[in-house]
């Protein structure tokens, strides 16, 4: 009977799932583009128009009219229909990214350089850069002092909530040729970060080998629409994590256990946003022969970060914590101008007395319930565990007293890659299962290719 019910149920999914493209219109990607750059558009010019951060006004206005093109391009295409529309969509992503990343790119950084001032950059730039310079000088990047009971920066010149640095050791990276003498403008983090980025990215793909439209539209919501481009410009730090998270995550799909830990270590080593999704992947990470593979990856990920981290907290543990826990966990005592109006945020402003507590409340329910839901259903797919770190990053952005709305790219850009590693259900054998993944394959095998008419 039991048998019989769930060979009625598969059939039943596979049958809707073939019957649903008769049963709506399917708009094609090209319009699909088409609407997503114009609503990067709107957003752009909304970003211009209210934000009270220059780095966000300058991208908004620049980034404007290449939206407005390239979903003016996009949607004359899809009215031509040409032969070959993923060639087509490619080249007008292509030029997308030119005018919405680069192009402001380019004149942020040229403005900063000629101001002399921190008006066009995102302050996190700023403080990737004197880190940078900082430990190019042999310096601790963690400085601090104590005042009112509290731990303040101690940078001379800037705001205390930008003389913290919330980052691990393997962030300064970034901001050691800002430097080295001589190198003018083109020492700038952004263009760094945006370089390990777009390189990252491209082995990412080559490692996953998905179909062609699942890759662009990953491309597009990690670099061209405001989700990446905004922070391709501004310098938001968050792009380079993510783009290390993506190597990883491609090389436990492709049964790289050792590739997966040194990424994924890297990553970790950077920014604690990292820990979750390296963390999760521990569950399915596998070797090319099929078996388990969590104890060699997750020596690698311990190893790397006790590199980059161990000898900064030993080199002053109280001032080590204070930028890397309690800014973050806003403790410090100093509020960051990036805090964004989400349910905790609201709360603790309302009643400051509930910080601490909700922070308690917080880890005393949230972690038994995560430990209860691993245990009773643990992810089995690389797919499945973007998408839980993704549910797991909504409820922690959602919920925590100090968050910021800029952190909605992990949440965004892992269901995109969750959805680009699992198969078309379309697409699945009649007697399979329908919510396959592209991390499924045998051992040591390709990675799936199939053609997919799917739109995110």
Known sequence: MGSATM???????????????HLRPRMSQLALDAWLYAGAALFAFLLWYFSNLSPHRDWGRLSIPGYLVCAVAAGVLAVVK????????????????????LMPLGVMVREWAADGHELHVLPEVAVIERAGHRIAHGLDPYVAYVHGGHLFGAVAGVPRYEAFYP???????????????????????RI?????????????????????????????????????????????????????????IAATLRRRPLAAGVAFGIAMAMKLTAWPLALLTLFVVRDAKGRRAAG??????AAIVAVF??????????????????????????????????????????????????LVVLVLIGLPFLGWWLWRRPPTDVAGVCRLTAVIAIVVMCSAPATRIGYVVYPVNLLVWSWMLTTPAAAAPSGGDAAGSLGAESPGSPGVRQSSSEAW
């Open 82 to 101: 040409p032969a070959r529309e993923l060639l087509c969509r490619c080249v007008v992503a292509g030029i997308a990214f030119v005018l919405v990343a």
């Open 192 to 248: 760094w970060m945006t370089l390990v980025t777009l390189g990252l990215v491209a082995l990412g793909l080559w490692l996953i080998r998905a179909p062609g439209d699942r890759s662009l539209r990953t491309v597009q919501w990690l670099l061209i629409l405001p989700t990446g481009a905004l922070f391709v410009a501004g310098g938001g730090d968050d792009l380079p994590v993510l783009a290390v998270c993506f190597v990883a």
């Open 167 to 189: 980052y691990f050791s393997a962030m300064t990276a970034f901001g050691l040729p800002s430097a080295v003498h001589g190198f003018g403008w083109l020492g700038d983090a």
């Open 309 to 358: 981290v161990i000898p900064f907290a030993i080199w002053d543990p109280r001032t080590f914590f204070a930028n890397t826990i309690e800014f973050p966990l806003g403790l410090s005592g100093v509020d960051s101008p990036a805090a964004s109006p989400l349910p905790g945020h609201i709360i603790v402003s309302v009643f400051p007395a509930t910080h601490r507590i909700l």
């Open 296 to 301: 060699r990856a997750s020596a690698i990920m």
């Open 7 to 21: 060979t009625l149920r598969s059939t039943t999914h596979v049958t809707l799932a073939r019957l649903r493209p």
